[in-house]
């Protein structure tokens, strides 16, 4: 695996794949690769000849200085995880590669879906998130881009950022990978006790119940069951919402969106565990 740290070295290893018509897919990451983020290379090499992944934890998208500085940076772990899975070019950038001092980030327009869910518990978080992947998309000029659905308001916002900037770059949403007893894989499980553990296999639980109940039940019902399944198990829900997968808007029916997702963010043991799953999408 070619590892790739400036933006010129990366930039003359894509133009030289590109001259051979080499179809190249993008992964951004921010490290501390769990088989999650392996998923997401792997479904990418399903369209592509080469997968590009990156590591940067970009420092625009924290609010708290503490936090970005205790995000867990394993290096040489996520090295050979990805050369394990064959990944073609691990782009490693520092702070100035990515954000040079004369460089002008473009603004977008996010109607809005910045703000809701977790956007209303981290201000500005989603306005970095957008600076940085459209930052990436500049150096790298992939083919297609390759998100989870984990993160399923920061996969509708840099959809949405595409639409803005009518780019032909292909977006894949990548189904969440799970762990065995259900919880959605991510570099935070880590932090919960055993007893949290435990509590935390509630979560999908109450969504895969959910997907049971859109077959029959109507969304108010479905949300109902879900509100009951909350309190019955005493969770600390920041938000548990029923939502136009595509605008982030509440809705009352499933006929109201092409797809429509549930999205929770629930606190075990003070740790924040986003968890959603499409209740319904019509094709
Ligand atoms: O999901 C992440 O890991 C990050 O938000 C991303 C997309 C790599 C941007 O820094």
Not at 7 to 31: A, C, E, F, S
Not at 178 to 192: H, Q, Y
């Amino acid at each position: 695996m070619y590892i790739f740290k400036t933006v010129q070295d990366l930039q003359h290893y894509i133009r030289t794949q590109k001259k051979q018509t080499k179809k190249i897919g993008l992964v951004p990451t921010m490290g501390a690769l769990h088989l999650g983020h392996l998923s997401l290379i792997q479904r990418a090499f399903q369209d592509c000849d080469l997968v590009v992944c990156s590591i940067f934890v970009n420092p625009t998208q924290f609010g708290d200085a503490e936090d970005l500085e205790k995000y867990p940076r394993p290096i040489e772990s996520d090295i050979e995880k990805l050369e394990k899975i064959g990944c073609s070019a691990l782009f490693l950038p520092d702070v100035t590669e990515v954000y040079p001092k004369d460089l002008i980030s473009p603004t977008f327009d996010l109607s809005g879906l910045d703000k809701t869910m977790e956007g209303a518990h981290r201000p500005g978080h989603f306005a970095g998130v957008v600076e940085v992947v459209h930052r990436l998309l500049d150096i790298a000029q992939p083919d297609c881009l390759y998100m989870g659905q984990k993160d399923y308001q920061q996969f509708a916002i840099i959809k949405h950022m595409l639409g803005l900037m009518n780019s032909s770059i292909q977006l894949v949403r990548v189904p969440i990978v799970r762990e065995e007893d259900g919880l959605a894989m991510s570099s935070r499980n880590v932090r919960l006790s055993p007893e949290g553990r435990i509590k935390a296999q509630l979560i999908s639980q109450m969504l895969f119940e959910a997907k049971k109940h859109a077959i029959h039940m109507s969304l108010e019902e479905v949300k109902q069951q879900a509100l009951a399944f909350i309190n019955q198990h005493q969770l600390e829900v920041d938000y548990f919402t029923i939502i136009d997968g595509d605008s982030l808007e509440i809705i009352d029916s499933f006929d109201k969106a092409t797809i429509v997702t549930a999205c929770t963010t629930v606190r075990v043991d003070g740790v924040r565990l986003l968890d959603n799953i499409i209740l319904r999408e019509s094709i």
